[in-house]
Structure formats: structure tokens, C-alpha cells
């Protein structure tokens, strides 16, 4: 099952406490605010049993400095028969990251269309994580560069995979 961030607790109250809770695809950062990345965390600790593990993935927007863009290579797919290639470029405007996703597929026969779409994130980078999993009540066990698991390095690691362990407290 899932659930979104501020219901999490809601919608687990009368199951028991899990051993892990998984949030991937730097989807934490998509939460409105910071603010709310923090109460999500809380949410996420909130239906973990003591010593569960709660393994995140972001990117690492320590990386991406005010006012900078990042385009990340171009991924392609077949939809519906037709080929579709897909564009994510990142925009780090100092308050907030805009990602940027531009989809071009080929329509045959009517040509190519072109849909755009864009999504704020919240640009919350390792020591801010690591802050808001102290607040909730969660320890860094592990940080790795993505799902590689190599050592996240703060200065080179464009990803991080962030496990936590809820305390005791």
C-alpha cells in the first residue's frame, strides 16, 4: 500500500510498526516546502518500529549551485508504438529547484508532439536531511551514491541513498 507524506501515520495507525519505509525517486524533495520534508520524515519515523530503517533517495542538490541548470542525459522509450524521448533539466533558482520535463514523441503520421511540464522541488542537501532525521527521531546508518551503493561523496556523489534508523528516543 501506499500513502501520501502527511497521511502516512493516518493511514497506518491501526497496523503494526514496519521494519523500513522506502520513499525513491527524489520524490521527498517534491513536498511543498521544507518545512514539510521535515514533517514528512516525521511521518515516515512515525510508522517505523524502533531500530526500523527508512532508506531515501535524492539527489544531491548541494551540487547544483544558485542560479545553475543541469540537463541530465536523454532517455528514450517506446509508447504506444511510438518512439518518445524525455528531457529533465534542472533549474536551481536559489529558493527552489524547478524540474523541467520535456517529452518529444513521434506521431506518425501527424510528425512530432511535444508536451512540457514543470514540478518545484525542495533543494534540501545532506546536512539538511541529516538535521530533519535527528528531528524525527531517526540516525544516518549508511549513505551511499545512488543505487550502486558506492560512498557518497558530498562534493562528486550526483545522487544520494540515505538509510536511517529510527531510535529509541
Known sequence: RTA?????QKAYAREEPFDAVVCLGNSLTLAPSREDVGKA???????L??????????????????????????TSSIIGGCPTFFLRIFHNTGHHIELHIIILSEEVPHGTRTVTHTAVQQPVGPAELESFARAAGLSVEKTYSGYGMET???????????????TGR
Open 152 to 166: 557518497f561523496d558530498p562534493q562528486l556523489s550526483d545522487q544520494l541513498l540515505c538509510v536511517l534508523r529510527k
Open 49 to 74: 518500529k524502533t531500530g526500523g530503517l527508512c532508506v531515501l533517495h535524492l539527489f544531491n542538490w548541494d551540487r547544483l549551485p544558485p542560479g545553475q541548470m543541469r540537463i541530465m542525459p536523454a
Open 41 to 47: 520524515l516525521s511521518q515516515m519515523a512515525a510508522v
Open 4 to 8: 501520501s507524506f502527511p497521511d502516512l
